[in-house]
């Protein structure tokens, strides 16, 4: 399984990004994709993760002002995020995994900078 994030960037506090990830290669019908992010001399951390079913899980952090949708045909994730503040500068991991299975596949990083 291969991941292609995009959809980073530099946005001013207040602003909107939408990250996107597509997913390409043995792609099995019941998974779960989602969006990790890792800011300097931090550890990774969740964002969001969506079933195929579409149910959702989110960190309290995204609650309110994050929203993690998927398109199950074109096997993609996005992630709206909204009302971005500087703490949310960090590198944006999209995450897959097979539903019941530990193997994970990550995509390569995407930039977020929220900066005045």
């Known amino acids: 399984v291969q991941l292609q994030a995009s959809g980073g960037g530099l946005v001013q506090p207040g602003g909107s990004l939408r990250l996107s990830c597509a997913a390409s290669?043995?792609?099995?019908?019941?998974?779960?994709m989602g969006w990790y992010r890792q800011a300097p001399g931090k550890q990774r951390e969740l964002v969001a993760t969506?079933?195929?079913?579409?149910?959702?899980n989110y960190a309290d952090s995204a609650k309110g002002r994050f929203a993690i949708s998927r398109d199950n045909a074109k096997n993609t994730v996005y992630l709206q995020m909204n009302s971005l503040k500087p703490e949310d500068t960090a590198v944006y991991y999209c995450?897959?995994?097979?539903?019941?299975?530990?193997?994970?596949?990550w995509g390569q990083g995407t930039q977020v900078t929220v900066s005045s």
């Open positions: 290669g043995s792609i099995f019908v019941m998974n779960v």
């Open positions: 995450n897959y995994r097979v539903s019941g299975d530990t193997k994970e596949y």
């Open positions: 969506i079933r195929s079913g579409r149910s959702t």
